[in-house]
């Protein structure tokens, strides 16, 4: 099994910056990707940026480009997402997502961390 935990939402003003943190541990042979998706209530869930080790370029949503910034954490399996100059449309529980490969063989499996509330508000 792959685990996925999260950290570093909260409460943030206009204009302010957060950075989330998602570790995975267990049984990793490789991940193919991983990404940060949000949920606000009534609404799809929307990824919001993604990164991939099939690709070179980083995903980014229209809403948060030249904002926010994905990126590896000095861990092998850590993803970072930088969140600049927050607007409270961002307000939303923001979920890491990993493609993991738990063996040399098979296919991947997709999951999910448990969420972290991020709140941009005055």
């Known amino acids: 099994q792959v685990q996925l935990v999260e950290s570093g939402g909260g409460l943030v003003q206009p204009g302010g910056s957060l950075r989330l943190s998602c570790a995975a541990s267990?049984?990793?042979?490789?991940?193919?990707?991983m990404g940060w998706y949000r949920q606000v209530p009534g609404k799809q869930r929307e990824l919001v940026a993604q990164?991939?080790?099939?690709?070179?370029?980083?995903y980014y949503a229209d809403s948060v480009k030249g904002r926010f910034t994905i990126s590896r954490g000095n861990g092998k399996n850590t993803a970072l997402l930088q969140m600049n100059n927050l607007k409270p449309e961002d307000t939303a529980v923001y979920y890491c997502?990993?493609?993991?490969?738990?063996?040399?063989?098979?296919?991947?499996?997709?999951?999910w961390g448990q969420g972290t509330q991020v709140t941009v508000s005055s």
């Open positions: 997502n990993a493609e993991v490969l738990t063996g040399a063989f098979g296919n991947p499996s997709n999951y």
């Open positions: 267990g049984s990793i042979f490789h991940i193919y990707d």
């Open positions: 990164m991939s080790t099939r690709v070179n370029t980083n």
